[in-house]
Each structure stands twice: as structure tokens, then as C-alpha cells.
T-cell receptor, first 114, second 113 residues
Framework: KAGVTQTPRYLIKTRGQQVTLSCSPI?????VSWYQQTPGQGLQFLFE???????NKGNFPGRFSGRQFSNSRSEMNVSTLELGDSALYLC?????????????FGPGTRLLVL | DQQVKQNSPSLSVQEGRISILNCDYT??????FLWYKKYPAEGPTFLIS?????DKNEDGRFTVFLNKSAKHLSLHIVPSQPGDSAVYFC????????????FGDGTTLTVKP
């Protein structure tokens, strides 16, 4: 099976702009989670979608939003970009089988806000 | 308020010995706990998970133990190999809004030949 894919891999934006990141989960995985990774804060949970519904949300401002489509692909949007939004954005797809959960990360989208 | 903590930033062990990585958590509402391995400039690689209703799960050289009363989990790697040298993260996953999925800060494992 193909792994989790994320596009684009790199992005440069300026303050005030908005950005949309895309994630395609592993085939058959219905849950997609988004994380922000920065050197100072480590991996921070943004939100999780399951069957097109946001199931869980981290402590990020409303400028960060997401959605999931019927094919489980997910998008994340950040509006009114700030310098502090520069980070690696990781998407993970997960599957629960019985009592086991496996979560696999994509390569990430590195966002630089100037 | 960090809900998942890895108190040891680093660990060094000899090849062939056991590596024990530890993680403490504060929220009892997590549904699963996972361990990841991470190399520089790469995303985390999933290793093993455990349901909150279990106390042990094994997969090859990796075993995760969960002590719910102590809110503590550990990853045992036996035997340790030089290729295991990496940063290891524990993560707590909540499938509902009862808790926020959280990662620890990581422990750097060095396995010496």
C-alpha cells in the first residue's frame, strides 16, 4: 500500500496570506490527524477527522481549520498567516483494528512564513 | 500543562542489552498509547501501540507496558541494536474530545556497539 502523502512538500508565504495543505491517507484509513512540529514546541496536535467529521481538536486558534472529504483525503487551511506559523505540518492516518491502533505519518509540509 | 512527559532526554545502552524508555501521563481519558521512532529530518515512524484496557503488547523486539494506576508506560527493546539509535516519542491518543492527543518531548536513545 502507498503511504501517507502530503502536498506540497514546501511552501513559502508572506504574513497575512492563507495556505491550504493536502493529505492523502493510506488506503482504507478513515482517520486523519494533523500536527504542527516546531523546534521549540515539539509535536502539537491540531485536529483529527474521522468519516468527514472533526472528532477532536487541539488548542490552536480558529485561523487553523480543516476538513475531510468522502474519500478520506483531508485538507488543512491556515488563514492570516503569522511568522510563528512557520513549522513542519504533519498529517497522520490511522486505523483501529480490534484493540490495536496504528498511526502512520506523512513526510510533512514545511511552511515558511516571511 | 503537558499531559505526556518523557522525563529522560537521553539514554545510552550497550548493544545486546535492554533499552527501557519511559513515559508518564496525566489524563486517564486516553484510548491508546503509541511509541514512535524518529530520525532527523524525517517524520515519526510508528513502532507499537497499546490500548488503554491492556497492560502489555509485544511485537518482535519491542514490548510496551502500561501501568494505569501509576499512569506510566514504558517501551522495552530487547536486544538493543545500533540501528535503534534515534529519538523515541511516546504519544497518547484520544478518540473523542475527552482528551487531546499529545506527544512527549522525546528521548534520544544511543546504542553503542
Amino acid at each position: 500500500k502507498a503511504g501517507v502523502t502530503q502536498t506540497p512538500r514546501y511552501l513559502i508565504k508572506t504574513r497575512g496570506q492563507q495556505v491550504t495543505l493536502s493529505c492523502s491517507p493510506i488506503s482504507g484509513h478513515r482517520s486523519v490527524s494533523w500536527y504542527q512540529q516546531t523546534p521549540g514546541q515539539g509535536l502539537q496536535f491540531l485536529f483529527e477527522y474521522f468519516s468527514e467529521t472533526q472528532r477532536n481538536k487541539g488548542n490552536f486558534p480558529g485561523r487553523f481549520s480543516g476538513r475531510q472529504f468522502s474519500n478520506s483525503r483531508s485538507e488543512m487551511n491556515v488563514s492570516t498567516l503569522e511568522l510563528g506559523d512557520s513549522a513542519l505540518y504533519l498529517c497522520a492516518s490511522s486505523l483501529v483494528e480490534g484493540l490495536k491502533l496504528a498511526q502512520y505519518f506523512g513526510p510533512g509540509t514545511r511552511l515558511l512564513v516571511l | 500543562d503537558q499531559q505526556v512527559k518523557q522525563n529522560s532526554p537521553s539514554l545510552s545502552v550497550q548493544e545486546g542489552r535492554i533499552s527501557i524508555l519511559n513515559c508518564d501521563y496525566t489524563n486517564s481519558m486516553f484510548d491508546y498509547f503509541l511509541w514512535y521512532k524518529k530520525y532527523p529530518a524525517e517524520g515519526p515512524t510508528f513502532l507499537i501501540s497499546i490500548s488503554s484496557i491492556k497492560d502489555k503488547n509485544e511485537d518482535g523486539r519491542f514490548t510496551v507496558f502500561l501501568n494505569k494506576s501509576a499512569k506510566h508506560l514504558s517501551l522495552h527493546i530487547v536486544p538493543s541494536q545500533p540501528g535503534d539509535s534515534a529519538v523515541y516519542f511516546c504519544a497518547a491518543i484520544a478518540l473523542t474530545n475527552a482528551g487531546k492527543s499529545t506527544f512527549g518531548d522525546g528521548t534520544t536513545l544511543t546504542v553503542k556497539p
